[in-house]
């Protein structure tokens, strides 16, 4: 199951929380936060807690977010190099989401910084390469995995060489 923590602003756009007590997200890279970017068109940012890997997607139509979000997480994975049996997996688990209110203030201040830094980066181009920027900002540096390994993707990359065993 997957759990998509997201903020007020992002709830008013595609509904009430639907996590029931005691429930946990079963995917490899467990929650996901998320919050609304006002671009035009708007975007919404999702950040992986464990790892604050970033992915972008448009927001439109909102009503289909959650439904589209699995395969976008897939495109970022499969960009970082992630191998397709895990990938394959993060769907299957990914089947079944829920949507819950935000619970991690220092993963809420990692989506303001990127929020921040995409605009920043984006400059004036209307309509940004979602996708090159996520994976732009997944270069960043962030205090909280500076006891680790500093960078999303680098989180990423030490996550995945903890579970796939190394080729023969």
Not at 44 to 66: G, I, K, Q, S, Y
Request: aromatic share 6%.
């Amino acid at each position: 199951m997957l759990i998509v923590r997201a903020t007020k602003k992002l709830l008013d756009r595609i509904g009430p929380p639907s996590l029931s007590e005691g429930e946990q997200s079963t995917t490899l890279l467990g929650q996901w936060y998320a919050t609304a970017v006002f671009w035009k068109p708007q975007v919404a940012l999702f950040v992986n807690e464990p790892t604050l890997l970033p992915v972008l997607m448009p927001l439109a139509p909102a009503a289909t977010l959650l439904a589209r979000f699995p395969q976008k997480v897939a495109t970022v994975l499969a960009a970082h190099g992630t191998p397709e049996a895990i990938i394959g997996e993060e769907l299957q688990q990914m089947r079944d989401c829920r949507l819950a209110k935000t619970a991690n203030r220092s993963v809420v201040g990692i989506m303001n910084e990127f929020t921040y830094l995409a605009e920043t980066y984006r400059g004036d181009t209307p309509a940004p390469d979602l996708l090159g920027l996520a994976m732009h900002l997944a270069t960043t540096p962030c205090g909280p995995l500076y006891n680790k390994h500093i960078s999303p993707d680098r989180e990423l990359d030490a996550l995945l060489r903890s579970i796939t065993p190394p080729a023969s």
